[in-house]
C-alpha cells in the first residue's frame, strides 16, 4: 500500500487549502482513513477520521467546524478540506490508513501506512 498526499502550501490567516491522498490497492473502500499533523517542535496529533463503511467522521476539538475529511472510494482518495485556517494549524499534515473492517480512531496506532505528509503554511 501507498498513499501520496498533496495540496499543501502557503496561505493566509482565514483562507483555505484542500489536501488530497491518494492510496494505492484494491481494499481502500473497507478501510478506516485518518489525516494527522505535526507542527514545529510538536508531536504528532490526530486532526480527523473517516469509517470505511457509513461515512461517519470524527473530529480533534481543534478543528472541528473548520475542516472536513471525505473520501471517494471509486478514487482511492481522501480528502481534508481546511476552512479558516490559523496560523496554528502550520503543520506537515499526514494521511493514513487504518486497518481492513476497523473503527474510526484518533490514535496513531491504529493505523498502519503513513503517506509521505504535506506542509500546511499559514502565515499571521
Known amino acids: 500500500v501507498q498513499l501520496q498526499a498533496f495540496g499543501g502550501g502557503l496561505v493566509q490567516t482565514g483562507g483555505s487549502l484542500r489536501l488530497s491522498c491518494v492510496v494505492s490497492g484494491r481494499t481502500f473502500s473497507s478501510k478506516p482513513m485518518a489525516w494527522f499533523r505535526q507542527g514545529p517542535g510538536k508531536e504528532r496529533e490526530f486532526v480527523a477520521a473517516?469509517?470505511?463503511?457509513?461515512?461517519?467522521?470524527y473530529y480533534a476539538d481543534s478543528v472541528k467546524g473548520r475542516f472536513t475529511i471525505s473520501r471517494d472510494n471509486a478514487k482511492n482518495t481522501v480528502y481534508l478540506q481546511m476552512n479558516s485556517l490559523k496560523p496554528e494549524d502550520t503543520a506537515v499534515y499526514y494521511c493514513a490508513v487504518g486497518y481492513p473492517y476497523g473503527d474510526r480512531s484518533s490514535a496513531s496506532g491504529d493505523y498502519d501506512y503513513w503517506g509521505q505528509g504535506t506542509q500546511v503554511t499559514v502565515s499571521s
Open positions: 473517516i469509517s470505511w463503511n457509513d461515512g461517519g467522521t
